[in-house]
């Protein structure tokens, strides 16, 4: 018994002293399992006592394995199901059929319903709850499956890639950063530069403006080069900078493959459309949204994209038809519709030349294009009317036909954070149901999309009808790349892929769906796609940002969309014990993926006192001159409350500039310096606009203050603001109207200065300060 017990300790101690057995792949790297990073390449050569009697064996940059691919996914942004022309749309895509004709064109391919949530599954092959984004960051709450905060555990496919011997670059749109980290002091682990992407060029948020954007190179605040009047447009930069950047990696490197993540901002509100290309379709949308669907689905019948038997889905009794509209009603939204059509076709001119560009280089047709048609259905957020500003609306404000009738020419334009009608989006959705924010419908999440790989796929110009989804893109790449999911990365066990390859389409128009169950669900919204079924609970219009519907006897409608391609006819009545099996699977899938609690609230949870914030329970901020960009969420939140602005500045006369300026064009403050008078501007979504001006400024160190005094408890109610200088009152004057929640999607405070669009008129940014600052207090009470 003492022989077998010192035989078994000797073998167990020989055990933990023996090293890990070392492979080496194809590419001739050591691969200890399959974890990221590789362990460090073992030392095969030979040490002597000096260099005359050793020999060299130099570790090797990582290789990509052999004939990986380029990579270029592409993601356009609320572009819905019946927009595009390559789609059956009213809007020439000559850029994407192109596209098409060298590739496949899937169209049973799903989205999340919604901008962050789709990102965050393309980019890491999970569902959306399992990264923490059940909704955009600024509605985020503090459950596992709704925080924003992105998990080590969900390593994404750049990281992978990067990891593999890929060059790995992001540009445009990038909304999975919590709110409170989009400042440019970080932290940055969310950023793309955190994610894998080893380049970044783009903006933070939901939505920027085209001509003033707020952009950042890597991590860093950078301002565009040119100004509108010059012919700035955001997709055109990011065009050009991302040919630019590929151009440099082909001729520096041309053997190691790269992987290209575009993200425009259009075509989101605002929907900022050059005249000249908005002018292209003037009077082709006059015989309204009504018309528009069924001329579209026609065009889908004859393209192939939707079966012959596809019926038109009936409109939602809170559409108006177009035929009881006035004539001025008419006239506004054609043009509404105009410009949106002006906007997409540029952005598909301009990535039209990004491809071009790409298949133009060396390893062209070894590149991998992914050009998904929008993150979700076409965006109702512009209200029934429309809107010249977008963010009014978000901050429950409607527009009026008036008042749009008589800015029409100008819509598109650097002036207007312009948004079209809700019907123009049902209709941009067709032939489905709803659209974007309802994923329990297809009109909120069926996008086309388009996949081109020369040198390995065969088929050109066909289509696929497996039903997919946007987690499904990751594990494509992979497969493409010959590279398997690691278990773990930099040191963390990661979740397992919810999605699957959709290569075996490929080659085979015919073969069998491998996604049989998906799930889909933000905002209250549920939807459960099972072996060719789909059980689906509406939760309310989109365009109704707050209350709750509530969660208790909600209706689930069921359609066989083997039979029903566009969920015409719900068949719920006929087949109960169907519709009862498939909640019970969506109930399954819920628990699974992190789906509950349920949550259909908007504006309410915008204003979460529990989300992490660097501002959230203090009233005294102190800023010294030069800071900038500082992002609305980590900004004094002054909003319809009582504050003094104050501030400690060196004045000589003929000195001018801003001093403090919060938001842009579509609504802020600004506290600046003109004309030997300090001025006080507020801008109330550009439909009011308040100014209370100073006498002339003394010369020398001044202490001015901004005491506003809140009087009203009415939302968008306003108060008194008066100018101090010294101690010694020098103005006052009414602000009437102030912004109760939010002025800007992605502009930001700045000290000394005003970047981006100017909250005034009286201005052109950045209006730098040009005496001394030594520093901006804020009090808030």
Not at 292 to 299: C, F, G, I, S, V
Not at 576 to 587: H, M, S, T, V, Y
Request: hydrophobic residues 30%; charged residues 20%; proline residues 7%.
């Amino acid at each position: 018994m003492k022989n077998l017990l010192i035989f078994t300790v000797t073998l167990l101690l020989l055990a933990c002293n023996q090293k890990p057995e070392t492979t080496k792949d194809s590419n001739g790297r050591n691969n200890q399992g399959n974890v990221l990073p590789y362990p460090k390449p073992s030392f095969n050569g030979k040490i002597g006592t000096t260099f005359e009697d050793s020999e060299e064996d130099y570790p090797q940059p990582l290789e990509a394995p052999e004939e990986a691919p380029n990579v270029i996914v592409i993601l356009l942004d609320d572009v819905g199901f019946g927009q595009a022309g390559i789609m059956g749309g009213p809007i020439p895509t000559p850029a994407m059929e192109k596209l098409a004709e060298e590739g496949l064109t899937y169209t049973r391919f799903h989205t999340t319903g919604i901008c962050s949530p789709t990102r965050a599954a393309l980019l890491t092959g999970r569902n959306h709850h399992q990264v923490g984004f059940g909704t955009i960051s600024e509605l985020s709450t503090g459950y596992p499956g709704y925080n924003s905060i992105w998990g080590k555990d969900v390593g994404t496919v750049a990281e992978v890639l990067k990891q593999n011997g890929y060059s790995t670059a992001a540009w445009g749109k990038w909304h999975n950063t919590p709110d409170w980290e989009t400042n440019p002091i970080g932290p940055f682990n969310q950023w793309p530069t955190g994610l894998g992407f080893e380049y970044f060029y783009g903006f933070q948020g939901g939505e920027t403006s085209q001509y003033y954007p707020q952009l950042f190179k890597n991590t860093t605040p950078v301002e565009p080069a040119t100004t509108p009047e010059e012919g700035y447009h955001l997709t055109e930069d990011l065009t050009n900078d991302a040919i630019a950047w590929v151009s440099q990696q082909r001729s520096i490197n041309p053997d190691k493959p790269y992987f290209m993540y575009f993200a425009t901002g259009a075509a989101h509100a605002p929907l900022h459309s050059p005249k000249e290309w908005s002018d292209k379709f003037k009077g082709q949308f006059d015989e309204g949204w009504d018309a528009m669907r069924k001329h579209t689905l026609e065009r889908q019948k004859e393209m192939g994209i939707v079966p012959k038997n596809t019926k038109l889905s009936a409109r939602p009794a809170s559409i108006p038809a177009w035929e009881t509209l006035s004539d001025d009603e008419k006239k506004l939204y054609a043009r509404q519709m105009e410009v949106f059509a002006g906007f997409l076709a540029h952005t598909d001119h301009w990535i039209g030349k990004l491809i071009e560009s790409a298949r133009s280089l060396p390893g062209g047709d070894n590149t991998m294009v992914v050009y998904i048609i929008g993150d979700n259905g076409s965006s109702a957020e512009g209200s029934m009317t429309g809107t010249l500003n977008n963010m009014m609306t978000q901050n429950g404000f409607p527009d009026n036909v008036e008042r749009q009738l008589s800015e029409m020419e100008n819509l598109g334009g650097p002036e207007h954070e312009n948004h079209f009608a809700v019907p123009w989006a049902w209709a941009g959705s067709t032939p489905f149901q709803w659209m974007k924010r309802v994923p329990s419908h297809f009109g909120g999440t069926r996008n086309g999309m388009i996949i081109s790989w020369p040198s390995s796929i065969q088929a050109k110009g066909e289509k696929r009808t497996q039903f997919h989804h946007v987690i499904d893109i990751a594990p494509t790449i992979y497969e493409a790349a010959k590279i398997e999911m690691p278990t773990r990365i930099n040191g963390v066990d990661q979740t397992p892929l919810a999605g699957g390859s959709m290569n075996y389409s490929f080659a085979n128009a015919n073969a069998e769906d491998t996604r049989t169950t998906q799930y889909f669900e933000t905002g209250g919204h549920r939807a459960i796609y099972h072996d060719g079924w789909v059980a689906a609970s509406f939760h309310g219009v989109p365009w109704e940002l707050s209350g709750s519907v509530g969660f208790k006897d909600n209706d689930w409608e069921l359609y066989n969309i083997e039979e029903d391609f566009s969920e015409a006819t719900d068949i719920s009545a006929d087949y109960p014990e169907k519709l009862e099996e498939l909640k019970g699977i969506f109930d399954e899938e819920a628990k699974k993926y992190d789906v509950y609690p349920l949550d259909d609230r908007f504006v309410e949870r915008a204003t979460n006192p529990n989300r992490p914030s660097v501002v959230r329970g203090k009233n005294e901020f102190t800023y010294l001159s030069g800071t900038k960009r500082i992002p609305e969420g980590s900004a004094p939140p002054a909003y319809a409350r009582s504050h003094t602005i104050s501030a400690n500045i060196n004045y000589e006369k003929g000195d001018e500039g801003v001093i403090v300026a919060n938001g842009g064009g579509s609504a802020g403050y600004s506290l600046f310096i003109k004309n030997d008078k300090l001025i006080y501007y507020y801008n109330f979504f550009h439909v009011n606009h308040y100014e209370v001006a100073s006498t002339a400024l003394p010369e020398g160190e001044l202490n001015i203050q901004m005491v506003y005094t809140q009087e009203s408890n009415e939302p968008g109610g306003g108060g008194n603001a008066k100018l101090i200088v010294n101690g010694k009152e020098v103005g006052q004057g009414n602000i009437n109207k102030v912004v109760p929640a939010r002025y800007s999607a992605t502009e930001t405070m700045d000290i000394g200065m005003d970047l981006g669009s100017s909250v005034s008129s009286d201005y052109s940014p950045p209006f730098a300060y040009s005496g001394e600052i030594e520093y901006v207090k804020f009090l808030l009470k």
